[in-house]
C-alpha cells in the first residue's frame, strides 16, 4: 500500500509539471503557470535522491519523460494535422531531449548541488540553442516563447533575444523551488526582485521607435485549403484570383504586394522564370500598376549544368543523367530590374527534408508533400534580404519565423510568408502567428504577415498586433507600414546567451566529472 502511495505521489507530480507546462503555453493557457512549473518536477527529484529504492535514474527518467510528453502533446498536437509520423518523431525525440537535460541535471545534484542547480539553467539553455542548429531542429517549445503574447513584459528582448526569457523562467522556477524548500526570507526577497524587475524594465522600453520611412503594403490572404482547392483548382484559376482579390487594394501609391508561401502553383524553373506564366501575369499587373513590387512564395526548381558539382539534395530527371533542385522560395518581383529568388534557409525536418540523410535516406517515402515536391529540399546557408528604392525587406518563410537568430544583415522590415493551413483550425496557427511578435520586439523591425490562410496581418516594433486577418477569411489588406534600421544589442550579437550556456555547460560537465573520479 505504502509503495503504491508513494508511486501515485510521484505520478502526480510528474502530471503536475506537465500539466502547468501546457497550460502556460500560447493560445492554450495563461503564461504565469510557467514560472513554477518546473518546481514538482525539482521536488520528485528531490524525493527519489533521498529515497533509498533502488533503480533511482531509471525512474527519475520515466517519470520526468512523462511530463515532458504531456507538455509536447498538449502544445504541439496540431503537427498530427500536417504529417503523423513527424508528429510522433516530434512528440517523442523533443520529450527525450528534454528528458536528458533533466536527467543530467539529477546527475550534476549527486555530485554537487551548488554546481546541480546553475547546472540545470545552463544544460536546458545549452538543448534549446543546440536546438536551433541540427538536423532535427525544432524550437517551437523554447521557454521564452511562452511570453509571445504578451510583449509588454518583454520589451527587454531586444538585449537578450528570446532566450533570454527562458533564463527568466528558469531562475524564477528555482527560487520558487528553494522559497518552498527552506523558507527563507532573504530567498523570496529575491524571487520578487527577479519577477519584478525585468517587468518594470520593460515599460521603460516601450516607446515611439524613430520612424526611418513608410512603406505602403498589400497583403492578401487567398484562403486556399491546402488539403483540397490547393490541388483541384487550376494553378491559372487560383492565379486569376489572387490577382483579382489583389486589385481590390492596389493603388498607384502601393509599393509591395506580398502574398503567401507556396502561393504560386505553378512549377517554376529559375533559368526561364521571365517566360512562365505566373510571372508573365505579374508582370501585366506591374504595367497597370508601374511603382509596385511584388513578393510571393513558390516551388522553384534549377538545374544543374553539365558538368558542375552536385548538392547533397539535387535529385534526377527520369534516368537522363540531368540534375536538379527544388526549393521552398520566396520571388521577389520589382517594378524594374531582375528577379530575385530566395531559398528558405531553415527546412522542416521530416517535411522538407530528411534529416541525417546519410542514415535515414531509406525512410524517404514517408516525407510529406508541403512545397509541391516530395524528398530534401534544397536551402541557402543564410538569408538575404530584398531592396525597395534602398529599402531592405528581410524575408521569412513560414518556420524560419520561430528562428531569432537568423542573420542576413540590416534591414528596414521583416515579411513573413506562410501556409498554416495544413494545422486546420488549431492552437498551432495562432502560436506561429504569436512568435512573429517575438521578432518584432528582438529587432525592433515592422512585420508584415501574409499566410495561405492563418492570421496574416502587421506588428510594429514594439510587438504590438497593428492590424490582423482572422482564420478562413479570403482577404486583402492594405497598410502603411513604418520602417526601422537602428540595429538592437541582439540583432548585433545573436544568441549569445546560448553560445554562453554552452560554454558553462561543457565546463561544469567537466569539473563534475573530475571531482567525481577525485572523490
Request: hydrophobic content about 45%; glycine content about 6%.
Amino acid at each position: 500500500m505504502i509503495i503504491f502511495v508513494n508511486v501515485m505521489k510521484k505520478l502526480f507530480l510528474a502530471i503536475l509539471s506537465g500539466l502547468f507546462l501546457s497550460c502556460s503555453w500560447p493560445a492554450i493557457g495563461f503564461f504565469p503557470f510557467i514560472f513554477f512549473a518546473f518546481v514538482p518536477l525539482l521536488i520528485l527529484e528531490r524525493k527519489i535522491k533521498n529515497s533509498d529504492i533502488n533503480y533511482k535514474g531509471r525512474q527519475l527518467f520515466g517519470y520526468t519523460y512523462l511530463a515532458f510528453l504531456i507538455f509536447n502533446l498538449i502544445t504541439t498536437y496540431w503537427v498530427w494535422h500536417a504529417t503523423s509520423y513527424g508528429a510522433i518523431v516530434a512528440f517523442l525525440a523533443n520529450t527525450l531531449l528534454m528528458t536528458f537535460c533533466f536527467y543530467l541535471f539529477s546527475k550534476l545534484n549527486n555530485i554537487s548541488s551548488r554546481l546541480a542547480y546553475i547546472g540545470f539553467i545552463t544544460l536546458w539553455i545549452s538543448f534549446e540553442y543546440l536546438h536551433f542548429n541540427w538536423d532535427l531542429s525544432w524550437p517551437w517549445l523554447t521557454l521564452g516563447n511562452v511570453f509571445s503574447n504578451s510583449p509588454e513584459i518583454i520589451q527587454w528582448y531586444e538585449y537578450t533575444g528570446f532566450l533570454g526569457g527562458s533564463l527568466w523562467v528558469l531562475i524564477i522556477n528555482l527560487l520558487v523551488f528553494s522559497f518552498i524548500s527552506y523558507k527563507h526570507r532573504s530567498t523570496l526577497i529575491y524571487l520578487i526582485l527577479c519577477l519584478i524587475i525585468p517587468i518594470v524594465f520593460s515599460q521603460f522600453l516601450v516607446k515611439d521607435i524613430k520612424q526611418e520611412g513608410t512603406l505602403d503594403v498589400v497583403i492578401v490572404q487567398p484562403n486556399i485549403d491546402p488539403y483540397t482547392d490547393k490541388f483541384n483548382i487550376g494553378y491559372k484559376e487560383q492565379l486569376a484570383g489572387f490577382i483579382e482579390l489583389a486589385k481590390s487594394e492596389l493603388t498607384q501609391e502601393t509599393d509591395l504586394l506580398l502574398g503567401p508561401e507556396t502561393a504560386l502553383l505553378e512549377g517554376i524553373w529559375e533559368n526561364r522564370i521571365e517566360s512562365t506564366y505566373s510571372i508573365m501575369a505579374f508582370r501585366n499587373l506591374q504595367e497597370e500598376f508601374p511603382n509596385l513590387n511584388i513578393l510571393v512564395g513558390a516551388s522553384t526548381y534549377k538545374l544543374f549544368k553539365e558538368g558542375e558539382e552536385l548538392s547533397e539534395t539535387a535529385r534526377e530527371i527520369r534516368n537522363q543523367n540531368v540534375f536538379y533542385d527544388a526549393y521552398n522560395s520566396a520571388i521577389f518581383i520589382p517594378d524594374s530590374g531582375e528577379i530575385q529568388v530566395y531559398h528558405k534557409t531553415k527546412l522542416v525536418p521530416g517535411a522538407e527534408k530528411m534529416p541525417f540523410p546519410k542514415v535515414l535516406d531509406k525512410l524517404g517515402s514517408l516525407m510529406i508533400n508541403l512545397g509541391g515536391i516530395q524528398g530534401s529540399l534544397g536551402s541557402e546557408n543564410e538569408n538575404y534580404p530584398f531592396e525597395i528604392n534602398g529599402k531592405v525587406i528581410k524575408p521569412l518563410i513560414c518556420y524560419e519565423s520561430i528562428y531569432g537568430d537568423l542573420e542576413n544583415g540590416v534591414s528596414d522590415i521583416i515579411s513573413i510568408i506562410t501556409n498554416d493551413g495544413w494545422w486546420r483550425e488549431t492552437a498551432g496557427y495562432k502560436q506561429h502567428f504569436a512568435y512573429a511578435r517575438l521578432r518584432a520586439i528582438e529587432e525592433r523591425r515592422s512585420i508584415i504577415r501574409s499566410a495561405n490562410t492563418g492570421i496574416s496581418g502587421v506588428i510594429n516594433q514594439n510587438g504590438h498586433i497593428i492590424q490582423e486577418s482572422k482564420w478562413d477569411e479570403r482577404v486583402c489588406l492594405s497598410t502603411l507600414v513604418n520602417l526601422h534600421q537602428e540595429q538592437t544589442f541582439y540583432s548585433t550579437y545573436g544568441d549569445y546567451l546560448g553560445r554562453l550556456s554552452v560554454f558553462l555547460a561543457f565546463l561544469l560537465l567537466i569539473s563534475s566529472f573530475v571531482k567525481r573520479r577525485i572523490n
